[in-house]
């Protein structure tokens, strides 16, 4: 490194270590967590636009620190895909939502559409489609009750070919795909008529101004309109207002999730949200 003169202040050195520090101790952390699988996850409903009826979630992954409490998928998650750890990572998610969901079956819940984050990296992985075809093994396929959420750049990862390759061998088990964070990237209409996918997840971004800011609103409505062209189906995210939720009716959305409809839950907390218990 250059000799610093001793009085030329070196304002940016001391913060950098600071931050490499804490992601060094960061990513310690992660890996035991990985062994100890100090994970959950939680469920958000997703609700039918149309009739308010709760028919799947979204399983978002915690993390138990234990110094620090819940981290989130936030903070954690970008790590986790730079030092690849994502993939043990994402390998539990899948399992833990398949033996959930093998749980719920059993124990007389309805079967809802369980949808899960897939990472980029996580796609990309050789063994991904075998992984699914083993785990599904004893309950047979998805049937269409299990939903891979990848964003744009999955898509946009690699030859054309070979992602359409891997997405349809991985629809073969009876998983959709959902197209994720849509319309925050550049190109995404173009990927829509391109590849396999079944439903579009309109960005939180978009939907928050709505219906007030004009643009958002024209945005989304085109959204919709779109992709029902193309035969897919919508869900808005992170609605929060009744004003937004009849918005979104009035231009005939096909699926509701966020903080109006309900708050991403506990599996304990979610099961009482399936199958109210009778009071007793
Ligand atoms: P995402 O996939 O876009 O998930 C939606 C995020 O928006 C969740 O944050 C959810 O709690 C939050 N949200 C839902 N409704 C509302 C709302 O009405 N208002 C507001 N302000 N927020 C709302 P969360 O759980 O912190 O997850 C953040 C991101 O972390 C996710 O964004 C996803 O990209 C990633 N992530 C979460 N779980 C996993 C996972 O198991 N695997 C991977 N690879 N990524 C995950
Ligand atoms: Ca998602
Ligand atoms: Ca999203
Ligand atoms: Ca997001």
């Not at 979204?58 to 110094?67: G, T, V, Y």
């Not at 959709?176 to 309109?202: E, H, M, N, Q, W």
């Not at 599996?267 to 109210?276: K, S, T, V």
Request: charged letters at 25%.
């Amino acid at each position: 490194a250059k000799q610093a003169g001793k009085n030329r202040a070196q304002p940016y050195a001391p913060h950098m270590q600071a931050d490499a520090l804490a992601r060094v101790h960061l990513e310690a952390d992660l890996r035991i967590a990985v062994e100890q699988r100090a994970f959950e996850l939680h469920y958000q409903p997703i609700v039918e636009c149309a009739s308010g009826a709760l028919v799947g979630a979204e399983a978002l992954i915690r993390w138990r620190h234990p110094e620090r409490g819940m981290i989130s998928p936030l903070e954690f998650i970008p790590v986790a895909e730079e030092c690849g750890l994502i993939v043990p990572i994402g390998e539990w998610v899948l399992s833990e939502v398949v033996r959930q969901r093998r749980d719920w079956l059993a124990r007389g819940y309805p079967l809802l559409r369980l949808t899960l984050n897939v990472s980029g990296v996580q796609f990309r992985e050789a063994g991904l489609p075998e992984l699914v075809r083993t785990l599904l093994a004893e309950g047979g396929t998805a049937r269409g009750s299990l939903v891979f959420e990848i964003t744009e750049s999955v898509l946009m990862s690699g030859n054309d070919e070979n992602v359409e390759a891997r997405m349809c061998d991985i629809k073969e088990q009876g998983i959709c795909f959902a197209l994720d964070d849509f319309g925050t990237g550049f190109s995404s209409l173009s990927y829509l008529k391109r590849f396999p996918v079944d439903i579009v997840k309109i960005d939180r971004s978009f939907v928050r101004d709505c219906p007030d800011d004009g643009n958002d609103a024209s945005l989304v409505e085109a959204i919709i309109n779109m992709a029902h062209s193309l035969g897919l189906r919508v869900t808005a995210e992170g609605v929060e207002s009744a004003e937004q939720r009849e918005f979104l009716r009035a231009l005939g959305c096909d699926y509701l999730q966020g903080y109006l409809i309900g708050k991403p839950l506990a599996a304990d907390a979610f099961e009482a949200i399936m199958a109210p218990l009778p009071s007793v």
